[in-house]
């Protein structure tokens, strides 16, 4: 099998192109996403970014339970290594929880956090999600069609999807003069994402974005026009047992004097009150292993591995990979998982 040196493109009117479950990793072309959405976000986006750390930190994530807000350059790390970036986390603004609750991953659909000031910013970004979330519903049944899935089946798992998806409004800065683009100035370490799946948008003309072919070979993945950029989650691979890949990506710093990059995320998350001991869920489950059996080779360990952990519900497993993410927020709002967590 030669190996894959580029990203296919699936186009949304066709449906159909299953090379991208090779690489975890498809550009999407013919959505009905509104270039002025694209567009005013992106606006907005580079608006909020320009402000003061003042300014910006007005809306910082510690300031709720929720990890909802901002997030400083160089405060975050995948795995042990720091990213040069810094980003916003936001919801769509549906009516959500307040405070701390029972089961406390709800805390995750709780307060937003806008900056003041900003007028169009949660119009633009409100928007921008909910245009990305009806793409992910249209790729979700490309999925089903293509791999043979059930799609009731399949869509049983997404209950409250406005709820749980997240948008992440990202600002790489460019590598100061004088310095370089090493493992110190990554702007984000190789990693997958442990979400059903994301939807990214470039939007600036930087060749930053890299995915791992099935090789190890990294593959730069640069903006193209009219197009948004789909990743395959670790939920996903689990639930298909391995036949869709989850995709290892990682972005590099722009080059010292090529200017900042920007990019949008709309992370894709399975509805959070599912629990992996509910009957109605492994049901499900298995209806979608023998949908993918009658034409694929199944690694069932994925699927064992992902039933097999500390905490059934999804939302809790959601909200234990914030914990670890952002300790200073948990030792804050949640310290009796503060231990819990860092061991795990």
């Given amino acids: 099998m030669p190996a894959l040196t580029s990203v296919p493109t699936v186009d949304l009117s066709n449906l159909d192109n299953p090379e991208g479950k090779r690489m975890g990793a498809f550009y999407l072309s013919g959505t009905p996403v509104q270039p002025a959405i694209l567009e005013n976000a992106t606006n907005e986006t580079k608006a909020f970014f320009n402000r003061t750390t003042e300014e910006k930190m007005d809306i910082a994530l510690e300031k709720v339970p929720s990890y909802l807000g901002y997030v400083p350059l160089a405060s ?15 919801r769509g603004d549906n009516p959500g929880y307040e405070g701390k609750l029972d089961p406390v991953y709800r805390t995750l659909q709780g307060k937003n956090q806008w900056p003041s000031g900003m007028p169009h910013f949660r119009s633009a970004h409100e928007d921008l999600l909910t245009a990305f979330t009806d793409v992910s519903r249209t790729v979700r049944a490309l999925m089903a069609e293509a791999f043979g899935i059930d799609l009731p089946t399949l869509e049983s798992l997404f209950r409250e999807e406005s709820r749980q998806n997240r948008s992440v409004v990202i ?24 979400t059903f799946g994301g939807i990214i948008y470039q939007a600036t ?20 026009p009219n197009t948004l950029f789909y990743v395959v989650g670790a939920i996903c691979e689990s639930l298909t047992r391995g036949v869709l890949k989850a995709c290892f990506h990682r972005v590099l710093t722009p080059a010292p004097e090529s200017g900042s990059r920007y990019a949008m995320v709309a992370a894709l998350h399975i509805d959070y ?31 064992e591995d992902f039933l097999n952990e500390e ?9 234990k990979r914030y914990m670890r993410s952002f300790p200073e927020v948990t030792a ?12 795990a």
Wanted: with cysteine; hydrophobic share 30%; net charge neutral.
């Fill in 205 to 224: 003309d930087h060749e930053c974005l890299q995915a791992q072919a099935p090789n190890g070979q990294w593959v730069t993945c640069p903006p193209k």
């Fill in 171 to 194: 600002h790489y800065p460019e590598v100061p003069k004088g310095g370089d683009c090493g493992q110190n100035m990554t702007g984000l370490h190789g990693h997958k994402d442990m």
């Fill in 76 to 90: 975050e790390r995948t795995g042990d290594k720091v990213d040069y970036r810094e980003r916003i986390i936001l």
């Fill in 273 to 303: 009150d599912i629990s992996l001991t509910n009957p109605k869920v492994t049901k499900a489950l298995e209806r979608i292993g023998k949908d993918l059996q009658a034409g694929h080779e199944l690694n069932n360990r994925m699927l």
């Fill in 332 to 343: 804050k709002w949640f310290p009796e998982y503060s231990n819990r967590v860092a061991a």
């Fill in 311 to 319: 905490f059934d519900a999804i939302g809790m497993r959601s909200l």
